[in-house]
């Protein structure tokens, strides 16, 4: 299995980046908000408890999102490989991730990291914010509380990957299949030498 993150603050540009990623090279893709978005949409006991949060633009529950990622790992044995994007978002997601990986002889093998800065950043989520239906796009006060719990809560998740040296940073501003390329090319590194 070849496991992949897709790092990055709210609006670097992971969810269309992981379409173009899952496409070429067949992982599963699993992103918690859209997983929490879909439960929010059936009006499932976990939904109704999570728009709460997400609302505010704070961080559901950890045991919440790891509960969904297990059920969605153990639903999808036959993968060749699983994307992770919006996960994890906690240092405590994190080693619950490697824990679960691990029952399953894998591990992550390469996080990468998009890098955008804060004022394109919030530029990008208002112009979403207009199109995307999503309530916690078009608030500016949501995305400036998403941006910061992203700084204190989800930053150090790339310190506990890089102290394995999975962590690889990616330049996000600009071109959509220019950013696109760059990361196929870290990816085919790190899949040669994890077949080789
Ligand atoms: P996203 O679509 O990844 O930007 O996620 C939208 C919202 O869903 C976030 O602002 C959080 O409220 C919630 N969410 C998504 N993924 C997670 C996660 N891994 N841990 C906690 N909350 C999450």
Redo the contacts with the bound molecule.
Sequence with gaps: MFNLILFGP?GSGKGTQSANIVEKYGLVHL????L?RHERAMKTPLGIEAQQ??DK????PDEV?IGMISSALDANTDAPGFLFD?????VA?AEALDRLLDLKRASINLVLFLEVDDEELIKRLVNRGKTSGRT?DADENIQRK?QEVYKNETLPVAGHYSKHKKVVQVNGMGDVEEIFGQLAQQIDRRMDSYVG
């Excluded at 633009?57 to 559901?60: D, K």
């Excluded at 919006?86 to 906690?90: A, H, I, K, S, V």
């Design positions: 709210p992103s918690t908000g859209d929490l949060f997400i633009g704070q961080l559901v999102v919006g996960f994890p978002r906690t997601q916690d998403r």
